[in-house]
């Protein structure tokens, strides 16, 4: 794995086409200050750019993968009133959880350890989620008076369901990855030791995949999820218009028409 490069507060890997960023605020438990937000959003805007990046995993150094916001640094701001949370505190990270939903090449959680707050928000935007046995989640927002602020209110109900959302969000209560997992806020549960391994073993699967499709895939699951059903059809028509004439799309249906394994180039 070489090194890409980094900031003080995110590391940037690259494992042949796979980019690792890596919250990097172990003192902390990585809690997402306005810094680190906006180290994240630098990467993923120079990550879209480069067609030699397709796929990415979003992990964190030290014991946790993300206690949530860096509430010490946000308290000026809920001192200040409304308007100053709204803009110093919430903004910001909705939006760094809609630039990871709404990615279009695909974004993997490696869930390291704790996952609160917004924390466990990020983790809901990610496209797939892969956490270590130990690690734990928690809406912890509750229990220091205010209310999920990354976008954890429309999100969570979308992984889970709107009664289990309902549930953790006002309980606050920690709960282990083998019931994330049940819940489906992460699709599957590895061994600590096996986690980073395993997420970048499929960030490389999907980086064999042609990156056109891919973000096609993407933009209509995320545009659909919620329009009505005559909508979402719409969109994902409008997808696949778009792929039609790309050379992969060509490629992968004469390779499998010719019974043959397709060569993607990426147009």
């Given at each position: 794995?070489?090194?890409?490069?980094?900031?003080?507060?995110l590391?940037?890997?690259?494992?042949?086409?796979?980019?690792?960023?890596?919250?990097?605020?172990?003192?902390?438990l990585?809690?997402?200050?306005?810094?680190?937000?906006?180290?994240?959003?630098?990467?993923?805007?120079?990550?879209?750019?480069?067609?030699?990046?397709r796929?990415?995993?979003?992990?964190?150094?030290?014991?946790?993968?993300?206690?949530?916001?860096?509430?010490?640094?946000?308290?000026?701001?809920?001192?200040?009133?409304?308007?100053?949370?709204?803009?110093?505190?919430?903004?910001?990270?909705?939006?760094?959880?809609?630039?990871?939903?709404?990615?279009?090449?695909?974004?993997?959680?490696a869930?390291?350890?704790?996952?609160?707050?917004?924390?466990?928000?990020?983790?809901?935007s990610?496209?797939?989620?892969?956490?270590?046995?130990?690690?734990?989640?928690?809406?912890?927002?509750?229990?220091?008076?205010?209310?999920?602020?990354?976008?954890?209110?429309?999100?969570?109900?979308?992984?889970?369901?709107?009664?289990?959302?309902?549930?953790?969000?006002?309980?606050?209560?920690?709960?282990?990855?083998?019931?994330?997992?049940?819940?489906?806020?992460?699709?599957?549960?590895?061994?600590?030791?096996d986690?980073?391994?395993?997420?970048?073993?499929?960030?490389?699967?999907?980086?064999?995949?042609?990156?056109?499709?891919?973000?096609?895939?993407?933009?209509?699951?995320?545009?659909?999820?919620?329009?009505?059903?005559?909508?979402?059809?719409?969109?994902?028509?409008?997808?696949?218009?778009?792929?039609?004439?790309?050379?992969?799309?060509?490629?992968?249906?004469?390779?499998?028409?010719?019974?043959r394994?397709?060569?993607?180039?990426?147009?």
């Open positions: 794995m070489a090194a890409s490069h980094q900031s003080q507060v590391l940037h890997e690259r494992h042949d086409a796979v980019a690792i960023l890596t919250l990097n605020r172990p003192e902390k990585n809690a997402l200050s306005n810094e680190l937000i906006a180290a994240m959003m630098e990467a993923l805007d120079k990550i879209e750019l480069d067609p030699s990046v796929a990415i995993v979003i992990t964190g150094a030290g014991r946790a993968f993300s206690a949530g916001a860096d509430i010490a640094a946000f308290q000026k701001h809920m001192q200040a009133g409304s308007e100053a949370a709204v803009k110093h505190f919430m903004r910001p990270g909705h939006q760094m959880t809609r630039r990871v939903e709404s990615f279009p090449k695909p974004i993997i959680a869930v390291n350890g704790i996952a609160f707050g917004g924390g466990c928000e990020l983790t809901e990610t496209h797939i989620a892969l956490a270590a046995e130990s690690a734990t989640f928690s809406k912890a927002e509750i229990n220091i008076g205010i209310m999920p602020t990354f976008g954890g209110t429309r999100r969570l109900p979308r992984n889970v369901g709107r009664k289990a959302a309902i549930e953790l969000i006002l309980s606050g209560r920690a709960f282990g990855s083998t019931e994330a997992a049940s819940l489906g806020l992460i699709n599957r549960v590895v061994a600590d030791a986690l980073i391994a395993e997420a970048i073993r499929l960030a490389d699967e999907l980086a064999t995949k042609p990156p056109l499709t891919l973000a096609a895939a993407l933009a209509a699951i995320h545009r659909g999820m919620d329009a009505s059903i005559d909508d979402g059809l719409a969109i994902e028509e409008a997808a696949f218009a778009r792929i039609v004439p790309t050379y992969d799309a060509q490629e992968g249906v004469a390779a499998f028409v010719e019974k394994r397709p060569k993607f180039v990426g147009r």
